[in-house]
C-alpha cells in the first residue's frame, strides 16, 4: 500500500510565505511524476505545478515566479515553496504521484489527503 502525507498549510497574509511538503511512502518500487493541484470553492481542481523524475518542472501562468516545485527522490518527497501569495491562493492543496508499488507492475495515481492555504489579512 502507498501513502501520500502532505503538511504545511495554514493561514497566511497577502505576500506571505509557506512551504508545502507531500511525503510518499509504503510498498513503492518507483516514482515518475510528482505534482500539486488545488481547489478553491466552487471551483474545479487545477495543476498548479508538476514535476518529472528528471527534475523538469511546469507551472500555471498565475503562479509562474512565486511558486517553485522540487522534489527530494531519496525522501520520496515533493515540495511547493509559495513565495507571494495572494489571496486568491486559498484553495485546498493536493498532492499528486504516479507510482508504481512492488505488488503492481502498473502504474497509478496517488492523491495526498489535502492541506488548507488560506491567504487573507
Known amino acids: 500500500q502507498v501513502q501520500l502525507v502532505e503538511s504545511g498549510g495554514g493561514l497566511v497574509q497577502p505576500g506571505g510565505s509557506l512551504r508545502l511538503s507531500c511525503a510518499a511512502s509504503g510498498t513503492i518500487f518507483s516514482i515518475n511524476a510528482m505534482g500539486w493541484y488545488r481547489q478553491a470553492p466552487g471551483k474545479q481542481r487545477e495543476l498548479v505545478a508538476a514535476?518529472?523524475?528528471?527534475?523538469?518542472?511546469n507551472y500555471i501562468d498565475s503562479v509562474k515566479g512565486r511558486f517553485t516545485i522540487s522534489r527530494d527522490n531519496a525522501k520520496n518527497t515533493v515540495y511547493l515553496q509559495m513565495n507571494s501569495l495572494k489571496p486568491e491562493d486559498t484553495a485546498v492543496y493536493y498532492c499528486n504521484a504516479q507510482i508504481r508499488d512492488t505488488w503492481n507492475p502498473t502504474w497509478s495515481d496517488y492523491w495526498g489527503q489535502g492541506t488548507q492555504v488560506t491567504v487573507s489579512s
Open positions: 514535476i518529472t523524475s528528471g527534475g523538469s518542472t
